[in-house]
Protein backbone atom coordinates (compact mmCIF):
# COMPACT_ATOMS: atom_id res chain seq x y z
CA UNK A 1 0.00 0.00 0.00
CA UNK A 2 1.93 2.94 -1.56
CA UNK A 3 1.76 5.53 1.65
CA UNK A 4 3.93 8.73 3.25
CA UNK A 5 4.94 9.10 6.75
CA UNK A 6 5.00 12.99 7.98
CA UNK A 7 4.07 14.82 10.75
CA UNK A 8 3.84 11.58 12.64
CA UNK A 9 0.85 10.61 10.15
CA UNK A 10 0.78 8.26 7.60
CA UNK A 11 -0.84 9.15 4.21
CA UNK A 12 -2.42 6.63 1.82
CA UNK A 13 -2.18 7.79 -2.22
CA UNK A 14 -2.93 6.55 -5.34
CA UNK A 15 -0.13 7.11 -8.09
CA UNK A 16 -1.29 6.12 -11.98
CA UNK A 17 2.60 7.05 -12.92
CA UNK A 18 4.21 7.72 -16.28
CA UNK A 19 5.90 10.58 -17.97
CA UNK A 20 3.12 13.14 -18.77
CA UNK A 21 1.96 16.65 -16.83
CA UNK A 22 1.19 15.93 -13.24
CA UNK A 23 -1.82 16.93 -11.76
CA UNK A 24 -2.86 15.66 -7.95
CA UNK A 25 -6.28 15.43 -6.86
CA UNK A 26 -7.33 16.86 -3.23
CA UNK A 27 -10.64 15.64 -2.04
CA UNK A 28 -13.16 17.85 -0.05
CA UNK A 29 -14.57 16.87 4.15
CA UNK A 30 -15.97 13.95 4.72
CA UNK A 31 -14.77 12.32 1.44
CA UNK A 32 -11.60 10.50 0.10
CA UNK A 33 -9.75 9.84 -3.09
CA UNK A 34 -12.19 8.05 -5.10
CA UNK A 35 -14.23 11.22 -5.47
CA UNK A 36 -12.16 11.57 -8.33
CA UNK A 37 -12.12 8.60 -10.30
CA UNK A 38 -14.03 9.80 -12.93
CA UNK A 39 -11.08 12.35 -13.34
CA UNK A 40 -8.62 9.54 -13.01
CA UNK A 41 -9.66 7.29 -15.66
CA UNK A 42 -10.22 9.95 -17.87
CA UNK A 43 -6.43 11.99 -17.12
CA UNK A 44 -4.38 9.01 -16.87
CA UNK A 45 -4.09 8.16 -20.59
CA UNK A 46 -2.54 11.53 -20.65
CA UNK A 47 -1.31 12.81 -17.58
CA UNK A 48 -0.05 11.25 -14.46
CA UNK A 49 -2.47 11.25 -11.40
CA UNK A 50 -2.34 11.45 -7.92
CA UNK A 51 -5.09 11.17 -5.53
CA UNK A 52 -4.46 11.07 -1.65
CA UNK A 53 -6.43 10.49 1.16
CA UNK A 54 -6.14 13.65 3.58
CA UNK A 55 -5.39 13.76 7.25
CA UNK A 56 -8.88 11.85 9.06
CA UNK A 57 -10.26 10.50 5.81
CA UNK A 58 -10.12 7.50 3.64
CA UNK A 59 -7.09 4.93 3.94
CA UNK A 60 -5.12 7.63 6.01
CA UNK A 61 -7.52 7.16 8.98
CA UNK A 62 -7.88 8.93 11.73
CA UNK A 63 -6.38 12.09 12.33
CA UNK A 64 -2.44 11.60 14.49
CA UNK A 65 -3.17 15.16 15.83
CA UNK A 66 -4.47 18.32 15.73
CA UNK A 67 -3.51 20.18 12.36
CA UNK A 68 -4.36 22.67 10.04
CA UNK A 69 -4.94 22.97 6.46
CA UNK A 70 -1.43 24.48 6.11
CA UNK A 71 -0.30 21.09 7.65
CA UNK A 72 -2.25 19.55 5.21
CA UNK A 73 -0.70 21.54 2.57
CA UNK A 74 2.69 20.77 3.72
CA UNK A 75 1.71 16.81 3.64
CA UNK A 76 0.71 17.38 0.10
CA UNK A 77 4.41 19.26 -1.08
CA UNK A 78 6.19 16.35 0.81
CA UNK A 79 4.45 13.89 -1.22
CA UNK A 80 5.45 15.17 -4.14
CA UNK A 81 9.25 15.30 -2.89
CA UNK A 82 8.80 11.75 -1.82
CA UNK A 83 7.86 10.78 -5.70
CA UNK A 84 10.38 13.42 -7.06
CA UNK A 85 7.98 15.85 -8.61
CA UNK A 86 9.52 19.28 -8.67
CA UNK A 87 6.22 20.69 -9.88
CA UNK A 88 1.90 20.03 -10.76
CA UNK A 89 -0.92 21.66 -11.22
CA UNK A 90 -3.02 21.17 -7.28
CA UNK A 91 -6.78 20.44 -8.20
CA UNK A 92 -8.50 20.28 -4.72
CA UNK A 93 -12.43 20.23 -4.16
CA UNK A 94 -13.75 22.66 -0.91
CA UNK A 95 -11.42 21.43 1.53
CA UNK A 96 -9.13 20.55 -0.92
CA UNK A 97 -8.71 23.57 -2.71
CA UNK A 98 -8.38 25.28 0.91
CA UNK A 99 -5.33 23.17 1.09
CA UNK A 100 -4.04 23.80 -2.22
CA UNK A 101 -4.38 27.62 -2.11
CA UNK A 102 -2.16 27.50 0.93
CA UNK A 103 -0.19 25.36 -0.79
CA UNK A 104 0.29 27.97 -3.74
CA UNK A 105 1.11 30.89 -0.74
CA UNK A 106 3.43 29.17 0.87
CA UNK A 107 4.92 26.63 -1.86
CA UNK A 108 4.82 28.43 -4.75
CA UNK A 109 7.83 27.09 -6.04
CA UNK A 110 5.49 23.50 -6.55
CA UNK A 111 2.24 24.62 -8.13
CA UNK A 112 2.23 25.15 -11.30
CA UNK A 113 -1.73 26.07 -11.68
CA UNK A 114 -4.81 25.31 -9.61
CA UNK A 115 -8.07 23.76 -10.34
CA UNK A 116 -10.80 24.99 -7.61
CA UNK A 117 -14.03 22.85 -7.29
CA UNK A 118 -16.52 24.35 -5.03
CA UNK A 119 -14.47 26.06 -2.61
CA UNK A 120 -13.32 29.39 -1.34
CA UNK A 121 -11.08 31.83 -0.13
CA UNK A 122 -13.11 32.78 3.05
CA UNK A 123 -13.33 30.88 6.50
CA UNK A 124 -16.56 29.40 7.23
CA UNK A 125 -19.79 31.41 7.16
CA UNK A 126 -20.70 32.35 10.63
CA UNK A 127 -24.68 32.34 10.41
CA UNK A 128 -24.28 28.95 8.88
CA UNK A 129 -21.27 27.70 11.85
CA UNK A 130 -23.97 27.04 14.37
CA UNK A 131 -26.38 24.77 11.99
CA UNK A 132 -22.85 23.11 11.05
CA UNK A 133 -21.46 22.88 14.88
CA UNK A 134 -25.07 21.29 16.03
CA UNK A 135 -25.10 18.58 13.47
CA UNK A 136 -22.03 17.66 14.28
CA UNK A 137 -22.87 17.46 18.37
CA UNK A 138 -25.47 16.02 17.55
CA UNK A 139 -23.75 13.15 15.26
CA UNK A 140 -20.66 12.79 17.95
CA UNK A 141 -23.42 12.10 20.80
CA UNK A 142 -26.09 9.97 18.93
CA UNK A 143 -24.35 8.91 15.90
CA UNK A 144 -24.83 9.37 12.44
CA UNK A 145 -28.77 9.06 12.26
CA UNK A 146 -31.29 8.87 8.70
CA UNK A 147 -31.81 12.35 9.39
CA UNK A 148 -28.57 13.91 9.97
CA UNK A 149 -27.21 11.66 6.62
CA UNK A 150 -29.73 13.34 4.34
CA UNK A 151 -28.64 16.47 5.99
CA UNK A 152 -25.05 15.78 4.74
CA UNK A 153 -26.25 14.56 1.58
CA UNK A 154 -27.99 17.35 0.81
CA UNK A 155 -25.17 19.69 1.50
CA UNK A 156 -22.23 17.36 -0.17
CA UNK A 157 -24.02 15.99 -2.94
CA UNK A 158 -27.20 17.65 -3.72
CA UNK A 159 -30.33 16.22 -4.86
CA UNK A 160 -30.58 12.86 -6.64
CA UNK A 161 -27.34 11.81 -6.89
CA UNK A 162 -27.49 8.08 -7.14
CA UNK A 163 -24.69 6.85 -5.47
CA UNK A 164 -25.56 8.30 -2.53
CA UNK A 165 -26.06 5.32 -0.58
CA UNK A 166 -21.86 4.39 -0.82
CA UNK A 167 -21.22 7.71 1.00
CA UNK A 168 -23.56 7.66 3.82
CA UNK A 169 -22.31 4.11 4.59
CA UNK A 170 -18.50 5.78 4.88
CA UNK A 171 -19.83 8.56 6.83
CA UNK A 172 -20.67 6.19 9.49
CA UNK A 173 -17.85 4.29 10.24
CA UNK A 174 -16.38 7.65 11.10
CA UNK A 175 -15.49 8.25 14.54
CA UNK A 176 -16.44 10.51 16.96
CA UNK A 177 -13.05 12.08 17.82
CA UNK A 178 -11.86 12.24 14.37
CA UNK A 179 -14.70 13.92 13.49
CA UNK A 180 -14.31 16.25 16.03
CA UNK A 181 -11.15 16.96 15.04
CA UNK A 182 -11.37 17.20 11.58
CA UNK A 183 -14.21 19.79 11.87
CA UNK A 184 -12.13 21.89 14.05
CA UNK A 185 -9.89 22.02 11.66
CA UNK A 186 -12.49 23.51 9.02
CA UNK A 187 -14.44 25.96 10.87
CA UNK A 188 -10.82 27.36 12.78
CA UNK A 189 -9.22 28.12 9.00
CA UNK A 190 -8.32 31.45 8.21
CA UNK A 191 -9.28 34.07 5.58
CA UNK A 192 -6.98 34.20 2.66
CA UNK A 193 -8.84 36.63 0.37
CA UNK A 194 -6.08 39.38 0.99
CA UNK A 195 -3.30 36.61 -0.19
CA UNK A 196 -5.22 35.62 -3.36
CA UNK A 197 -3.41 38.68 -5.27
CA UNK A 198 0.14 37.05 -4.78
CA UNK A 199 -1.19 33.24 -6.65
CA UNK A 200 0.76 34.18 -9.90
CA UNK A 201 -0.81 30.49 -11.43
CA UNK A 202 -3.25 30.19 -14.04
CA UNK A 203 -6.43 28.91 -11.73
CA UNK A 204 -9.54 27.44 -12.90
CA UNK A 205 -12.59 28.06 -10.89
CA UNK A 206 -15.35 25.40 -11.17
CA UNK A 207 -18.50 25.48 -8.90
CA UNK A 208 -21.79 24.32 -9.01
CA UNK A 209 -24.72 26.73 -9.08
CA UNK A 210 -26.40 25.20 -6.74
CA UNK A 211 -24.05 24.63 -4.36
CA UNK A 212 -25.91 24.03 -0.73
CA UNK A 213 -22.23 24.43 1.19
CA UNK A 214 -20.39 27.73 -0.70
CA UNK A 215 -22.62 30.43 -2.49
CA UNK A 216 -21.47 31.08 -5.80
CA UNK A 217 -20.65 34.47 -4.91
CA UNK A 218 -17.78 33.72 -3.80
CA UNK A 219 -16.47 31.36 -6.54
CA UNK A 220 -16.90 34.30 -8.09
CA UNK A 221 -14.92 36.57 -5.89
CA UNK A 222 -11.97 34.60 -5.90
CA UNK A 223 -11.83 33.61 -9.44
CA UNK A 224 -11.85 37.80 -9.72
CA UNK A 225 -9.15 38.14 -7.32
CA UNK A 226 -6.88 35.56 -8.62
CA UNK A 227 -4.79 37.52 -11.14
CA UNK A 228 -4.89 34.71 -13.73
CA UNK A 229 -8.35 32.88 -12.30
CA UNK A 230 -11.42 31.51 -14.71
CA UNK A 231 -14.65 30.68 -13.47
CA UNK A 232 -16.70 27.98 -15.17
CA UNK A 233 -19.88 27.15 -13.72
CA UNK A 234 -21.52 23.79 -13.56
CA UNK A 235 -25.60 24.00 -14.04
CA UNK A 236 -27.73 21.94 -11.18
CA UNK A 237 -24.22 20.88 -9.86
CA UNK A 238 -24.18 20.87 -5.87
CA UNK A 239 -21.52 21.37 -4.13
CA UNK A 240 -18.99 17.98 -5.06
CA UNK A 241 -19.50 19.13 -8.86
CA UNK A 242 -16.60 16.73 -10.48
CA UNK A 243 -18.72 13.50 -8.63
CA UNK A 244 -21.94 14.20 -9.26
CA UNK A 245 -21.58 15.92 -12.70
CA UNK A 246 -18.26 14.36 -13.73
CA UNK A 247 -19.07 14.52 -18.01
CA UNK A 248 -19.06 18.32 -17.34
CA UNK A 249 -16.59 18.96 -14.93
CA UNK A 250 -13.95 16.35 -16.51
CA UNK A 251 -13.69 18.16 -20.23
CA UNK A 252 -13.54 21.63 -18.64
CA UNK A 253 -10.30 19.78 -16.64
CA UNK A 254 -8.69 18.20 -19.83
CA UNK A 255 -8.63 21.79 -21.71
CA UNK A 256 -7.24 23.83 -18.66
CA UNK A 257 -4.57 21.14 -18.60
CA UNK A 258 -3.35 21.63 -22.30
CA UNK A 259 -2.17 24.77 -21.67
CA UNK A 260 0.89 23.03 -18.94
Not at 48 to 72: K, L, Q
Given at each position: ??TL??????????D???????????????????????Q?????????????D?RG????G?A??????????????GL??????P????????Q?????????????????G??????Q?????????P??T???????T?G??D??A???E????G??????????A?WK???P???????N???????L????S???V???????D?????????A??M???L???TL??????GHA??LTH????T??I???????
Amino acid sequence: MPTLQTGGQTLYYEDTGGNGKVVVFSHGLLMDRTMFDAQVTALSKKYRVITWDERGHGNTGDAAAPFSYYDSAADLVGLLQQLSIPRAVFAGMSQGGYLSLRAALRYPQFVAGLILIDTQALPENPVTLPHYTQLINNWVTNGLDDQTAATLEHIILGAGYADASLWKAKWKKVTPANLLQIFNTLVTRDDLTDSLSQIKVPALVIHGDTDNAIPLAHAEKMARLLPQGTLKVIPGAGHAANLTHAALVTPLIETFLERF
